[in-house]
Every structure is written in structure tokens, then in C-alpha cells.
């Protein structure tokens, strides 16, 4: 077993770093802004006065996507949109299975938002009898042990990990073997998984500690 690592991926053979990948989408969103408030063409310029991003930086991201602009004018909104969304992959619908329905898990199976980004959650499990057996914004929730069922029944590749810290490697190490192939892992513990499968950690404690620590400092400059 090994933690996932991984700076540099894969688009149709292409090498893009992951910062870059970080940063499409806040160029996406800001474009979609500019299109409700009327524009047809926006520029690397203008979005870098939106986001504070420099425009070089974003004219280099936007050069891994297969689009081109012109000269004076910039790049048609549209064709951005769509351009962008189809090589972000949001455009194409992939399932998820959920493991533990707490708070942070309840919350995202409300979130019908998710799929306008491309993962739909299909189903999810957890051990709690008063929650086994309902469902949540119409996804079902199952008996962990029903996984490998499940898996049999739905076309799933990822699996969205919120249970406690006490469990993830165990819960991990069942999805994997059960045949998840990628894990958004919400909890603030280190999975180890096998090489060829996907990780993306998105541990909530860990910003909100980045955002104390900035916030001390900001007040001791004061």
C-alpha cells in the first residue's frame, strides 16, 4: 500500500500539473459569470482582474485546453464553457457511492449541485440502524455490509469517504477490494491505497487550520 501522490496528470496523453488543474475551474465559474452579465468574449486579462490570477499564468493553464483566442478580442464564451467543462469532465456523469451519513455526508448527499460537475452519488452506506434502509434527497442508504451486493448492481468507480477517522483505512481498504478505483477521502486521516488508484484529499480541519494560522498572523502584523 502507498499514498497517492500524484502533481502530474493525463489528459488524452498530455501532461498537465495539477495546480493547473486546481485553477480551471475558477476560470470556468468566473466565465460563466461574465456570460449571465452579457458577454460574448472574454480575455486571460479579464479574468485575471476577477481572480487574481496573472494573466500569463491563466493565457498557459487555458493552453492545455484545446481552444484558441483572437487577437483583441479573446476567447468565445461559449465555446470556453464547453470547451472547458468536456476537459474538466463535467460533463460526463460519474457515479459515486457514499460511505458514512453523518453531518458532513448528509450534507453532501443534499448537495444536487454535484452534478452539474459531473458525479452523481448513487447510494450510500453506513452502519447506523436508524439510518439503513431510507434514503436522503431520493439516494438510498444501505448496510455497509451491502457493498460488494451493490457493486454488482450499479456501474460505480468512485467512492466519497466521510466516515470517522477511526474506521477510513478499513472502509478504504473494502472499497478497494470491492473494485472503487478512485476515493474522495472528506476525513483528515492519510489513506494508503494501492498505486494505480486515485486519491483526492479534501480535508476540511486541514484549510480551516491554514485559515486560523493566516488570520494569527495577520493579527500579530496589527
Do not use: C
Not at 466521510?162 to 478499513?170: C, D, K, L
Not at 494508503?192 to 493579527?219: C, G, K, W
Amino acid at each position: 500500500m502507498a499514498t497517492n501522490q500524484e502533481i502530474i496528470h493525463y489528459k488524452d496523453g498530455i501532461k498537465v500539473p495539477e495546480p493547473t488543474l486546481r485553477r480551471l475551474p475558477w476560470y470556468l465559474s468566473n466565465v460563466k459569470l461574465l456570460k449571465k452579465k452579457g458577454e460574448r468574449y472574454v480575455s486571460s486579462t479579464q479574468i485575471s482582474k476577477e481572480i487574481n490570477i496573472d494573466a500569463s499564468q491563466i493565457a498557459k493553464d487555458l493552453s492545455y485546453v484545446n481552444i484558441s483566442g483572437r487577437t483583441r478580442v479573446g476567447y468565445d464564451i461559449d465555446t470556453l464553457i464547453t470547451v472547458l467543462e468536456n476537459f474538466l469532465g463535467f460533463k460526463e456523469i460519474h457515479k459515486a457511492f457514499l460511505f458514512g451519513v453523518g453531518s458532513l455526508g448528509g450534507a453532501l448527499l443534499r448537495d444536487s449541485g454535484l452534478t452539474h460537475f459531473g458525479l452523481e452519488i448513487v447510494a450510500a452506506f453506513d452502519v447506523n440502524p436508524e439510518l439503513v434502509g431510507t434514503s436522503l434527497n431520493g439516494i438510498p442508504i444501505f448496510h455497509s455490509n451491502e457493498f460488494e451486493q451493490k457493486m454488482k448492481e450499479y456501474q460505480v468507480q468512485i467512492g466519497v469517504l466521510t466516515v470517522p477517522i477511526e474506521i477510513a483505512q478499513q472502509i478504504t481498504n473494502d472499497m478497494v477490494e470491492g473494485g472503487i478505483k478512485a476515493v474522495w477521502n472528506f476525513t483528515p486521516f492519510r489513506i494508503r491505497v494501492p498505486e494505480d488508484i486515485v486519491v483526492q484529499n479534501t480535508s476540511l480541519y486541514a484549510h480551516l487550520a491554514v485559515m486560523f494560522n493566516r488570520l494569527n498572523f495577520n493579527e500579530i502584523k496589527k
